[in-house]
Nanobody, 127 residues
Framework: QVQVVESGGGLVQTGGSLRLSCTAS????????MAWFRQAPGKEREGVSC????????YYGDSVKGRFTISRGNAKNTLYLQMNSLKPEDTAIYYC????????????????????WGQGTQVTVSS
């Protein structure tokens, strides 16, 4: 059974930093491109960043480019998201997911191309 567990969220002030982690089990982690998504209240889930299997390519959404860094530790089956210079508009539940194929690009980062969703971790940025 495939399972992912996100952690590392919390409450932070504007300009602060957080590091999210996502640990996956039940799948061969290095067989999959991975991504972070987020969903703010009343909004659709959006792709934040993705990383290919062996970290050859990373993509970022325009709203987080230059502030967030995605990485992965294949030996630990773990995906990370370092978030710096946080803004109130970054407030959301953050999810990680595995790609169903080669879907690590901004145009392909949607919930239909990904699976293995966890419960998410709440990130709240106060102004």
């Amino acid at each position: 059974q495939v399972q992912v567990v996100e952690s590392g969220g919390g409450l932070v002030q504007t300009g602060g930093s957080l590091r999210l982690s996502c640990t996956a089990s039940g799948l061969r982690f290095d067989d999959y491109d991975m991504a972070w998504f987020r969903q703010a209240p009343g909004k659709e889930r959006e792709g934040v960043s993705c990383i290919t299997r062996y970290d050859v390519t990373r993509y970022y959404g325009d709203s987080v480019k230059g502030r967030f860094t995605i990485s992965r530790g294949n030996a630990k089956n773990t995906l990370y998201l370092q978030m710096n210079s946080l803004k109130p508009e970054d407030t959301a539940i953050y999810y990680c997911a595995a790609a169903r194929g080669s879907f690590c690009s901004i145009g392909d980062m949607n919930e239909y191309n990904y699976f293995a969703w966890g419960q998410g971790t709440q990130v709240t940025v106060s102004s």
